[in-house]
Each structure stands twice: as C-alpha cells, then as structure tokens.
C-alpha cells in the first residue's frame, strides 16, 4: 500500500533527490571500500605472521575527508553536490585542474534514475523501497567489479538477507521458492567453478560471483536465474569478444562477470522475473 499524497509526481521527485544524494554515497563506497577490506586483509597477515601492524591514517567512509587525488585539495559542500558540481567546476579539480571522471555524475545520474523509475512503477510501499535498495546495491557491486574484480561481502550478504526477510514479512508464501533460489544460485556457480578448474586448471570466476547470483535468487526465485544467467552470459561474451576486436582488452585477460550479473538482476527488477522468463525461454506473454 502506497502513502496516499506521495505515490504521484511528487514521490518520483523525492525519490530522484535522494537518489541524486545516495548516489553521491556510492561514489565513495566505491572508491573506499575495496581499499578498507585491502586494508584489513593485509592487517590479518600481518596479525598471523605475528609482524607489527603498518602505521596508518584512519581510513573508513567517513575518514578521511573527501579530496582530490591528485593535489589533496580538500572537496568543500559546493563542491559536493551531485551532477551539478561536476558541472560548475566542468570537470576539473578547483586547486590543480585535474579531470574529475564522469563516472561520478554517472553513478549518481543512474542511481537517481533507478529510484525514480521503481517509485513510478510502484509507489511508495516497504517492497518498492527495498527494491530501490537492492538496485542501488546491484549499482555499487557493478562498478566495484569493473574497477577492482572484487565483490563484496559487505553488500552481497546484507542483500541477500535483506531479500529474504522481506519475502518472509511481505510474500511468505514465496519464501520457500527465494530460499531455493538462494540455494541454486549459490551451488549453480559453484558446480560450474569445480567443473571448469578440474578440466583446465584454472579458475574461471571467484566465489563473489556464487553469492551474488544467490542474492538474485533469493530475490527474484529459482526460476528466475536460467533467463538472468542466460542473459549475463550473453552480454559477456558479446563485450567480450567486442572489447577484443578493438583492442581494448587483451586476449585472454579476464573480464569480470559481476556487472553482467548486476546488469541482468536490474532488467528482472524492471520488467519483472515472470516477464523476463518469458522473454528469454519464448514463452509468450
């Protein structure tokens, strides 16, 4: 059930600000996160190999304070707000000059976009809002993987519960199949990564892969990964073999399959999973 007043135009722009605002967040879990969890694998080897810890700054989400890469000038508010900084400021850092990417705006473009759209298609109520989170969720994990081949855990994980515990509040009776689909999704992948080390001696995906196509399936059920697998690989290898025939990527150098993943979880969050296994096994409708 929507919130009356608010499940008009009006929700779809508060949706769009905070998307705007939450996008600006993801920006820096981005860049942040992979360095704490480098961080802190390092500080347990060194904690195992029983050797001093390496004396550094605190560095977290909130510290230290945002800055440019390049000349550490300190980013002040105005140069914070979403989209229209990067405008202001045309691209470039106010000290030194350096080009801010436009990955940034992008990032907060899109997840503006995500939450506005899922606001429109369904309103303000408790599953929506969760959909919005996943999607922003989905969003950083994509990224996260182009930039560093990592997955996190502290985004996988929380997701994935938070899908089932909605199910059990929301839709009960769909429990038992995201349960499943948990299940599938995880041991899927996982089969596939044995099969394929067994014959070629290699790995050919990391077990973030396995959890987040678990999180897609406590989600969305277990019927729901043939057509999101499907369409990850087939996104895959059309980049794939793109990317090559340019030259932009290297023959044999992998390429991560997170962002396919995340890219096929969003479309079943847009069109729906009976939708999308329709559209994928040909089955009309």
Same mark, same amino acid.
């Given at each position: 059930?929507?919130?009356?007043?608010?499940?008009?135009?009006?929700?779809v722009v508060v949706a769009a600000v905070l998307g705007l605002l939450v996008g600006s967040f993801l920006n820096v879990l981005i860049l942040r996160?992979?360095?704490?969890?480098?961080?802190?694998?390092?500080?347990?080897?060194?904690?195992?190999?029983?050797?001093?810890?390496?004396?550094?700054?605190?560095?977290?989400?909130?510290?230290?304070? /945002?800055?440019?890469?390049?000349?550490?000038?300190?980013?002040?508010?105005?140069?914070?707000?979403?989209?229209? /900084?990067?405008?202001?400021?045309?691209?470039?850092?106010?000290?030194?000059?350096?080009?801010?990417?436009?990955?940034?705006?992008?990032?907060?473009?899109? /997840?503006?976009?995500?939450?506005? $759209?899922?606001v429109a298609q369904h309103g303000i109520t408790p599953w929506s809002a969760g959909q919005v989170v996943l999607a922003w969720g989905l969003l950083?994990?994509?990224?996260?993987?182009?930039?560093?081949?990592?997955?996190?855990?502290?985004?996988?994980?929380?997701? $994935?519960?938070?899908?089932?515990?909605?199910?059990?509040?929301?839709?009960?009776?769909?429990?038992?199949?995201?349960?499943?689909?948990?299940?599938?999704?995880?041991? /899927?992948?996982?089969?596939?990564?044995?099969?394929?080390?067994?014959?070629?001696?290699?790995?050919?995906?990391?077990?973030?892969?396995?959890?987040?196509?678990?999180?897609?399936?406590?989600?969305?059920?277990?019927?729901?990964? $043939?057509?999101?697998?499907?369409?990850?690989?087939?996104?895959?290898?059309?980049?794939?073999?793109?990317?090559?025939?340019?030259?932009?990527?290297?023959?044999?150098?992998?390429?991560?399959?997170?962002?396919?993943?995340?890219?096929?979880?969003?479309?079943?969050?847009?069109?729906?999973?009976?939708?999308?296994v329709s559209w994928v096994l040909g089955s009309g409708g």
């Amino acid at each position: 059930m929507g919130l009356g007043p608010l499940a008009g135009g009006g929700a779809v722009v508060v949706a769009a600000v905070l998307g705007l605002l939450v996008g600006s967040f993801l920006n820096v879990l981005i860049l942040r996160l992979p360095v704490m969890l480098e961080r802190g694998w390092r500080d347990e080897a060194l904690a195992t190999l029983d050797l001093p810890e390496e004396a550094t700054e605190p560095f977290d989400l909130l510290r230290p304070r /945002s800055r440019c890469g390049a000349c550490g000038h300190g980013i002040t508010w105005w140069e914070n707000i979403p989209v229209l /900084s990067w405008l202001m400021l045309r691209a470039r850092c106010s000290a030194c000059g350096t080009r801010i990417p436009v990955r940034y705006p992008l990032v907060e473009i899109a /997840s503006a976009a995500i939450a506005a $759209l899922l606001v429109a298609q369904h309103g303000i109520t408790p599953w929506s809002a969760g959909q919005v989170v996943l999607a922003w969720g989905l969003l950083a994990l994509a990224v996260i993987d182009l930039d560093t081949t990592l997955l996190p855990d502290g985004i996988t994980l929380p997701l $994935l519960w938070l899908g089932l515990l909605l199910h059990a509040w929301l839709h009960p009776q769909f429990l038992p199949d995201a349960v499943l689909g948990a299940a599938i999704g995880y041991g /899927s992948l996982w089969c596939v990564y044995q099969v394929f080390r067994l014959l070629t001696g290699k790995e050919g995906m990391g077990f973030g892969d396995f959890k987040l196509f678990a999180l897609l399936g406590a989600w969305f059920g277990a019927l729901a990964l $043939l057509p999101i697998i499907l369409l990850s690989a087939i996104c895959g290898a059309v980049l794939g073999i793109a990317l090559q025939r340019t030259g932009v990527l290297q023959r044999g150098r992998p390429i991560p399959f997170g962002p396919f993943l995340a890219t096929a979880g969003l479309l079943c969050l847009f069109v729906g999973p009976q939708r999308l296994v329709s559209w994928v096994l040909g089955s009309g409708g």
